[in-house]
């Protein structure tokens, strides 16, 4: 395994999205038209935000990723570029759209999200080899599941190859070949996300150990099951909430992974990066969007030093 660095480097191989949210507590019914309360349009994807999240944190961050040749897709480039992100393995896919996300967002703060995934589905293992010489040189690779598992999956065989430091964050929840995924060092589900690795369900602490301990017995190593309010589980050990009064919580698990990998890599044990993470995560619900609601490293340090 490559040795901690102070700037380490984050390679995220994943999706972008465009995020369409809307604020509402009603939902139409067949047939219906209703109105919302309030729109916002701003850069996500799940990848995207994971990416934009370990810089803030201060990571020296790449992307390999793929955006549609519409609108948005030099947008998201310029978006990565802003931000100070690499953007040098994102290309335009023609004859595709974008990925976008539209999303609806409740009064209490929680979210429910579509995913059309356009250009990230055709993210193939061509994209990861054209990347090589990159990914050889991170600190850290993330991985998610906007793009094709078989790109996911020969990516986690590549960092294992080579001795590289590998997460995947298995969203959005699906059915997964855990051999494969047992490439990762660190699984980070959320409880849906949980349950369709395990099949088991996840309610509560309990079952939560129980699906980590079963997904160990199954082969997979780091297992940090991702608890919202109520902090983030690693293998048996509960790591406690950072406590806030959430307004927006879109994109807290991917301010969580975005932080934990650059906490790792930067050489914090499993422990201190999970709790940093959860203070990162915490802070980016305190307002609306998903990129938009991340802090900078000045304000989560201030709120870490508060502990
Ligand atoms: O995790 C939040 C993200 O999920 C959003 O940005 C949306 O694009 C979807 O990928």
């Known amino acids: 395994m490559r040795q901690n660095s102070p700037q380490p480097h984050i390679v995220v191989v994943g999706s972008a999205n465009i995020d369409l949210t809307t604020f509402t507590d009603q939902f139409p019914r067949p047939g219906e038209t209703i109105f919302g309360d309030r729109f916002q349009l701003g850069f996500g994807g799940k990848g995207a935000n994971q990416a934009v999240a370990a810089r803030l944190c201060g990571g020296r961050v790449s992307m390999v990723a793929r955006v549609g040749d519409d609108l948005f897709g030099p947008a998201t480039i310029r978006n990565f570029t802003d931000r100070g992100v690499d953007a040098g393995h994102v290309s335009i896919t023609p004859g595709v759209s974008s990925g976008v996300a539209p999303i609806f967002v409740d009064s209490a703060g929680q979210n429910r999200i579509f995913v059309v995934k356009g250009a990230n589905d055709r993210l193939t293992p061509a994209d990861v080899d054209a990347a090589a010489d990159l990914l050889r040189s991170a600190d850290c690779i993330v991985l998610q599941l906007e793009i094709p598992v078989e790109t996911v999956y020969y990516t986690l065989r590549f960092a294992r190859r080579h001795g590289i430091r590998s997460i995947l964050n298995p969203a959005p929840g699906q059915p997964l070949d855990l051999a494969e995924i047992a490439n990762a060092d660190y699984v980070i589900p959320n409880e849906t996300e949980a349950e369709a690795l395990s099949g088991r369900p996840v309610r509560n602490l309990d079952e939560a150990r129980a699906c980590s301990r079963r997904l160990h017995e199954r082969g997979l190593r780091g297992v940090i099951t991702t608890l919202g309010a109520n902090g983030a589980l690693w293998g048996d050990v509960h790591v406690p909430p950072h406590r806030v009064q959430p307004v927006d919580t ?29 203070v990162y995560a915490a802070l980016s619900t305190l307002a609306p969007g998903t990129q938009m609601s991340f802090v900078g490293i000045e304000r989560w340090e201030a709120a870490w030093g508060g502990k």
Request: with cysteine; charged share 15%.
């Open 250 to 278: 879109t994109g807290a698990g991917d301010a969580f992974i975005g932080s934990f990998a650059v906490s790792l890599a930067g050489g914090c044990g499993e422990a201190e990066a999970i709790a940093r993470a959860n």
